[in-house]
């Protein structure tokens, strides 16, 4: 049992570290293609305001729990969230090198979808209430967010577009160059916000399972545990995805990257404080992207490139459904 659970403790890490370590170029990738920011600043910014978020998350963690699934006690459920978390890191290395943003909490819950699966089918106890799971925290947000986004970030380059209309294009963009800098760090906060509540969850149901914590209490070092963790993949920083989305997805001048930016933190706030409802940044973020760069005179979206992101996007939770269940097959011996 120790074994497993810190084996559960490791997978959690590199999952949250992974995340920052992707979802990082996410976050400040329009504030470096508008030259709002150097990379290295960008960076750093990002990780300070992750960090800060995920260690405020810890407050939205009982709520989200409260909306997730039951995990059974001992080895099994240990070896369903091994098996999960795998299966998610293993997508996300994969979506990484090929350059696509991708959402690591669908990820996440759809390994454990799968490993719930494949206990089943051994005739071992799946997870409790993952149905309702699946098509709230995966189904539901993987249809709406993306054209919510889409259409806040089309909608809102009309009254920024309004608020600068008696200013030089490079005045305006100027202007709009600085307060990139506050949107940048808005979306990392709403991130760390956001995906600070995956991995501290996952860490308290591995807690439970393995009969060493109590239901409702949350130690002070599980936050900061995923804070860390978060943060360091941050601030290790991987830019195929932002090269993706500032140059072969849209090419955007800086006030739609700003409008982008403030689009994809507000609905991150919304979702995490307002409505305790996971949404993935990647999903806000690229949506937005491409929202406020339809809005412009002249098309400068990829479509083919777009297509392929959305394809991903929808190969996700089958993606990683199966490699769940497959991580728990091969895992099984040690229930």
């Given at each position: 049992?120790?074994?497993?659970?810190?084996?559960?403790?490791?997978?959690?890490?590199v999952?949250?570290f992974?995340?920052?370590?992707?979802d990082?170029?996410?976050?400040?990738?329009?504030?470096?293609r508008t030259?709002?920011?150097?990379?290295t600043?960008?960076v750093?910014?990002?990780g300070?305001f992750?960090?800060?978020?995920a260690?405020?998350?810890?407050?939205?963690v009982a709520v989200?729990?409260?909306h997730?699934f039951t995990?059974?006690a001992?080895?099994?459920?240990l070896?369903?969230?091994?098996?999960?978390l795998?299966?998610?890191?293993?997508w996300g290395?994969?979506?990484w090198?090929?350059g696509?943003?991708?959402?690591?909490?669908?990820?996440?819950i759809?390994g454990?979808?799968?490993?719930?699966?494949?206990s089943?089918?051994?005739?071992h106890?799946?997870l409790?209430?993952?149905?309702?799971t699946?098509?709230?925290l995966?189904?539901?947000?993987?249809?709406?967010s993306?054209v919510?986004a889409?259409?806040?970030?089309f909608a809102?380059?009309?009254?920024?577009?309004?608020?600068?209309?008696?200013?030089?294009?490079?005045?305006a963009?100027?202007?709009?160059?600085?307060?990139q800098s506050v949107?940048?760090?808005?979306v990392?906060?709403g991130?760390?916000?956001?995906?600070?509540?995956?991995?501290?969850?996952?860490v308290?149901?591995?807690?439970?399972?393995?009969g060493?914590?109590?239901?409702g209490?949350?130690?002070l070092?599980?936050p900061?545990?995923?804070?860390?963790?978060?943060?360091?993949g941050t601030?290790a920083?991987?830019w195929?995805?932002?090269?993706t989305?500032?140059?072969?997805?849209?090419?955007?001048?800086?006030?739609?990257?700003?409008?982008?930016?403030i689009?994809?933190a507000?609905?991150l706030?919304?979702?995490?404080?307002?409505?305790?409802l996971?949404l993935?940044?990647t999903?806000t973020?690229?949506?937005?992207?491409?929202?406020?760069?339809?809005?412009q005179?002249?098309?400068?979206?990829?479509?083919r490139?777009?297509?392929r992101?959305?394809?991903?996007?929808v190969?996700?939770?089958?993606?990683?459904?199966?490699l769940?269940?497959?991580?728990?097959?091969?895992l099984s011996?040690?229930?």
């Amino acid at each position: 049992m120790p074994f497993l659970l810190g084996a559960v403790l490791v997978a959690a890490a590199v999952f949250a570290f992974l995340n920052g370590f992707r979802d990082a170029s996410t976050a400040v990738a329009l504030s470096v293609r508008t030259r709002a920011l150097t990379p290295t600043v960008a960076v750093l910014l990002a990780g300070l305001f992750n960090c800060v978020g995920a260690v405020l998350s810890v407050y939205a963690v009982a709520v989200f729990a409260g909306h997730l699934f039951t995990v059974p006690a001992g080895r099994t459920g240990l070896i369903m969230l091994l098996a999960g978390l795998s299966g998610a890191c293993l997508w996300g290395l994969y979506q990484w090198w090929r350059g696509y943003p991708s959402s690591s909490t669908h990820a996440l819950i759809s390994g454990l979808v799968g490993a719930s699966l494949g206990s089943a089918a051994l005739g071992h106890p799946p997870l409790q209430g993952i149905n309702g799971t699946l098509l709230t925290l995966v189904v539901l947000p993987l249809l709406l967010s993306p054209v919510i986004a889409f259409v806040l970030g089309f909608a809102a380059v009309h009254p920024t577009s309004w608020a600068f209309r008696n200013t030089t294009p490079g005045r305006a963009f100027r202007r709009t160059r600085q307060i990139q800098s506050v949107a940048g760090a808005a979306v990392a906060f709403g991130h760390g916000l956001q995906d600070g509540q995956r991995t501290t969850a996952v860490v308290l149901f591995a807690l439970l399972a393995a009969g060493v914590g109590a239901e409702g209490n949350i130690p002070l070092w599980v936050p900061a545990f995923t804070a860390v963790a978060l943060t360091a993949g941050t601030l290790a920083g991987g830019w195929r995805i932002s090269y993706t989305l500032g140059h072969r997805l849209v090419r955007l001048d800086p006030m739609r990257g700003f409008v982008a930016e403030i689009v994809a933190a507000v609905l991150l706030f919304v979702g995490a404080i307002g409505l305790a409802l996971p949404l993935s940044t990647t999903h806000t973020v690229t949506a937005a992207i491409a929202g406020a760069g339809r809005n412009q005179r002249f098309s400068v979206a990829n479509g083919r490139i777009l297509g392929r992101i959305v394809w991903m996007w929808v190969a996700t939770p089958f993606a990683c459904a199966f490699l769940g269940a497959l991580f728990f097959l091969a895992l099984s011996p040690l229930a």
